[in-house]
């Protein structure tokens, strides 16, 4: 069983238009996160979210939003894709007794 | 201001060497530690982690870290390194459980290479 998976895992698409990547983890974890993966490999917070708070890393265009349909589910997703949006996409989980993360494959996303 | 440093962009030792990769931190908190590993197209696994106890951990697949909190730093180390090692290692810190102190700040990662 795959405990946090993604879909889809690669998305190819062009400039302004709209997307969404699925998240969704079986752990029964309260926390997910979603991550960017730039060209470098550096990975960079977007958003941590339970059910109490959704906490917004201020550097992300507000093009981005999660939405969390149920405590299993973190979907991100994006409007009016740019160029600079091309990235790998984590989504990963947390559970409250444990401070480690489970990540997802990841999703590639490329704009045209 | 909370970071991680991996001095080491690539390196590349030969099957069967030991190896050691590096991380520094700064968190102002007590730091909960991580090492992760992303093979090509993959993504990240869980090495090991340092929450307290022992300073010295250990992981799967061989490896191991220690923690010196005098140097603040939490060196990843395998004594002997196998061909399927190859792959990108990421050094993270994190803090408590609530809120953004969840949060894991990662270090730009370490590509390892490994020759025959």
């Known amino acids: 069983d795959t405990a946090v998976s993604q879909t889809p895992k690669y998305l190819v698409t062009q400039m302004g238009n709209d997307k969404s990547i699925k998240c969704e983890q079986n752990?029964?974890?309260?926390?997910m996160y979603w991550y960017k993966q730039d060209s470098k490999k550096f990975l960079k917070i977007m958003f941590s979210?339970?059910?109490?708070?959704?906490?917004i890393n201020e550097t992300v265009p507000n093009r981005f939003s999660p939405k969390s349909p149920d405590k299993a589910h973190l979907n991100l997703h994006i409007n009016s894709l740019e160029l600079g949006d091309s990235a790998v996409y984590f989504c990963?989980?947390?559970?409250?007794?444990?401070?480690?993360?489970?990540f997802g494959p990841g999703t590639r996303l490329t704009v045209l | 201001a909370q970071s991680v440093t991996q001095p080491d962009i690539h390196i590349t030792v030969s099957e069967g060497a030991s190896l050691e990769l590096r991380c520094n931190y700064s968190?102002?908190?007590?730091?909960?530690l991580f090492w992760y590993v992303q093979s090509p197209g993959q993504g990240l696994q869980l090495l090991l982690k340092?929450?307290?106890?022992?300073?010295l951990v250990q992981g799967i697949k061989g490896f191991e870290a220690e923690f010196k909190r005098s140097q603040s730093s939490f060196n990843l180390r395998k004594p002997s390194v196998h061909w399927s090692d190859a792959a990108e290692y990421f050094c993270?810190?994190?803090?408590?459980?609530?809120?953004?102190?969840?949060?894991?700040?990662f270090g730009k990662g370490t590509k390892l290479s490994v020759k025959p």
């Open positions: 990963a989980s947390r559970s409250s007794s444990y401070n480690e993360q489970f």
């Open positions: 752990l029964g974890h309260d926390t």
């Open positions: 979210y339970n059910n109490k708070e959704l906490i």
């Open positions: 968190y102002g908190a007590t730091p909960y």
């Open positions: 340092y929450f307290s106890g022992d300073t």
């Open positions: 993270a810190v994190g803090g408590g459980y609530g809120g953004s102190q969840g949060n894991l700040i």
